[in-house]
């Protein structure tokens, strides 16, 4: 009699696309990834767009070989007025040969979403497939990827920021070298690909010799500043994998940010592809 | 976490579980769950006794799971509403309660379980293991607790599971003084059956299911006793009448970038009814983000069929869903619905718009509103036209 509402508001949660020499890379890597082109021993003899592809080659490359991981995610919605909300997330994702990755996000709040889980099998070529399961009724529902700019739970981060990142999602530009809160860092442009990214360019600021991302400008389609994303606290877990552990994105236009933390960070865990079927989907807690 | 399994095993394994004698007494319970209150409000006077224009009814679902051992999992799913005019709608049932234990590549479930199979939007025709709550509303999504054994077979593509259903659950209606209902209740304790085992006929099921790329495919087989009673009337009070039947069936989903296209189908056989095909097919498209706004809207359309056509007991023998779903993607997660059901033989119309939105981090708001409209004609729907209704719900989530 009725259309059942789904719950359509995180149901893009990890959209990786990931080739087979690009990074598979977890939820963090990919933001941190976004931004990421490194120091480069290649400086040689290349235009700047050879230069900006040669170094996010680099940095995607450092990021592989993690096989699985997982960490739970706090994100914090903060409004003009100050006021804050606040969601929670499991995440878990597997490395798979030859393929993207598979990753599963679990709800934990607010306390409407609980239990509500998200499933997507990333792909190089083709599009990605995707599940959500609704808890109340046992349901798990097959839905669209196609979904790049909305936001993510409401805050600032768009589908398209929080999915995995790749290298051949972007063409590139080196701009220059400069100082960041006295970090050297290479300064990158990069366009979207995908005619249906909400942005025209994004600037990066990469750390020259960690390799990894420090800040990131997002200009909408109209070419202004819309977003700022920074990236602290980074870790180096297991000696082999940066991963930051805050990120803050605020909104240039509207005032509003949301503070996206990770912890307890685990790689190597033994999950399997049995972690990652929609059964697997129906029994998680 | 790990801290307090181990204060809990230090202190509370001696204490707590030796005097329970539960060996797992301290191993942790997940819980998930609502206390709902409810406001209808009717809009016509009703052409039968329920006369009320306002009811309110409280309600409280939850969800508690734990580890058993090392691959075992025991899921316990209680409900409750408390409903001011009706005694019907006054129930409690168990929707889980359930066993599972996890082996490498199979499963097994045992108990009061719920489950869901279908991909359409209007009316799920393959969705047949559990009865329908239908005091809780329209929406086919409230069931009752099946009792089951249920083996699943787990395989790389997908999954063969199959059911032995051990008791049946009879389907719920609105009483006496509950709203809406038709001109006369239906007398729900005098249930009649085709079965000499009545409700303890054991029916059986299978299914077999998987996705290729885009594509997922699902097909069944049933036989038992159909959820969907007959109404008979013996004195002129309208009985539910179960039947015996054999049903075969499959759901399909084709997932292309924006577009949905999904269609559901079975054939049914038994000696109390004509036998039949029945079909819902048609299409969910998803614009994101319009004119940069945020805001996501779908739109669905559903045809439902059945090759009986007048003959047909239940009301979509040729029927269309035309239905918009909008998502403000905000940080309220507000949505709305908006549907319509018409019958392309008598014009009748079902409209329904639900909107809900976040109050705060544990409140939710839902607003739903049912219309009948122009269904004189319609012997079953034309009974509904005074009953239009406006539904406010507010919930505590936990």
Not at chain 2, 24 to 32: G, I, K, T
Request: charged letters at 25%; hydrophobic letters at 35%; a negative charge.
């Amino acid at each position: 009699m009725r259309i059942q509402l789904a719950n359509q508001f995180m149901y893009r949660m990890n959209n990786s696309k990931s080739t087979e020499k690009m990074m598979k890379s977890t939820w963090s890597t990919t933001l941190a990834v976004a931004l990421l082109i490194g120091a480069s021993p290649l400086a040689h003899a290349q235009t700047p767009e050879e230069l900006g592809l040669a170094i996010s080659t680099q940095v995607s490359d450092q990021n592989d070989g993690f096989a699985d991981s997982t960490s739970n995610m706090t994100m914090t919605l903060i409004n003009r007025s100050g006021k804050k909300s606040v969601r929670r997330m499991r995440a878990r994702t597997l490395e798979t040969a030859n393929d993207g990755d598979k990753s599963l996000t679990i709800f934990d709040e607010p306390a409407d979403v609980k239990g509500t889980a998200s499933l997507t099998y990333s792909h190089a070529l083709k599009p990605d497939e995707q599940w959500l399961f609704l808890p109340a009724l046992k349901r798990v529902k097959r839905i669209s990827s196609k979904n790049k700019t909305g936001a993510f739970m409401g805050s600032e981060f768009a589908f398209e920021d929080i999915s995995s990142q790749e290298v051949d999602k972007y063409t590139y530009k080196h701009l220059g070298e400069e100082e960041l809160n006295g970090i050297a860092v290479h300064k990158i442009e990069s366009y979207p690909t995908d005619k249906y990214s909400g942005y025209t360019r994004l600037i990066n600021y990469i750390d020259k010799e960690r390799l990894i991302g420090l800040k990131v400008e997002f200009y909408d389609r109209k070419d202004k500043l819309l977003k700022v994303l920074t990236l602290n606290d980074y870790e180096h877990h297991d000696a082999k994998h940066w991963r930051p552990a805050r990120m803050e994105m605020v909104n240039e236009q509207t005032g509003k940010s949301t503070i996206l933390e990770f912890s307890n960070y685990a790689f190597g865990t033994g999950l399997t592809d049995k972690d990652f079927s929609s059964n697997a989907l129906k029994k998680l807690r | 976490m790990k801290n307090r399994r181990k204060i809990c095993k230090a202190n509370m394994l001696i204490t707590t579980c030796a005097m329970l004698t539960i060996s797992n007494a301290c191993a942790e319970w997940s819980q998930r769950g609502d206390i709902s209150f409810q406001v209808q409000g009717f809009t016509d006077t009703a052409q039968h006794s329920a006369t009320q224009s306002f009811n309110t009814s409280l309600s409280g679902s939850a969800e508690f799971n734990r580890a058993i051992g090392e691959n075992g999992n025991l899921t316990i799913s209680p409900f409750f509403r408390i409903d001011q005019h009706d005694d019907e709608r006054t129930h409690v049932d168990l929707r889980e309660f359930i066993y599972r234990y996890s082996g490498e590549t199979w499963e097994l479930n045992v108990g009061l379980g719920k489950v869901f199979w279908g991909v359409a939007e209007s009316n799920n025709l393959v969705d047949i293991i559990n009865q329908k709550d239908a005091v809780e509303g329209l929406s086919p999504e409230h069931k009752l607790g099946q009792p089951m054994v249920n083996i699943l077979l787990l395989k790389d593509w997908g999954e063969i599971s199959l059911f032995v259903l051990p008791g049946f659950r009879e389907r719920t209606f609105a009483g006496p003084d509950g709203r809406p209902r038709g001109f006369l209740p239906i007398d729900s304790d005098n249930a009649a059956y085709e079965s000499n085992a009545e409700d303890a006929h054991v029916d059986f099921a299978a299914r077999i299911s998987g996705a290729v790329n885009e594509w997922d495919l699902g097909a069944h087989l049933f036989h038992g006793t159909s959820r969907e009673p007959l109404l008979i009337f013996p004195a002129f009070i309208p009985t539910p009448f179960y039947y015996q039947m054999t049903q075969v069936g499959v759901d399909i989903q084709a997932t292309l970038e924006s577009w949905l296209l999904k269609s559901e189908a079975i054939y049914r056989t038994g000696d109390s009814i004509i036998d039949h095909a029945q079909l819902v097919s048609g299409f969910e498209y998803s614009f994101y983000g319009v004119a940069e706004s945020g805001v996501d809207i779908g739109v669905v359309a559903e045809w439902l069929y059945d090759d009986r056509g007048d003959k047909a007991d239940t009301v979509f023998q040729n029927d269309m869903l035309i239905g918009f779903r909008f998502a403000l993607n905000d940080e309220q997660s507000s949505e709305a619905l908006l549907g319509m059901i018409t019958d392309l033989d008598g014009g009748a119309n079902v409209l329904t718009a639900e909107a809900s939105r976040r109050v705060s981090d544990k409140f939710k708001l839902t607003l739903e509103a049912t219309v009948w409209a122009n269904a004189e004609k319609d012997l079953f729907l034309g009974q509904l036209e005074q009953e239009d209704y406006l539904q406010i719900e507010f919930g505590y989530f936990f």
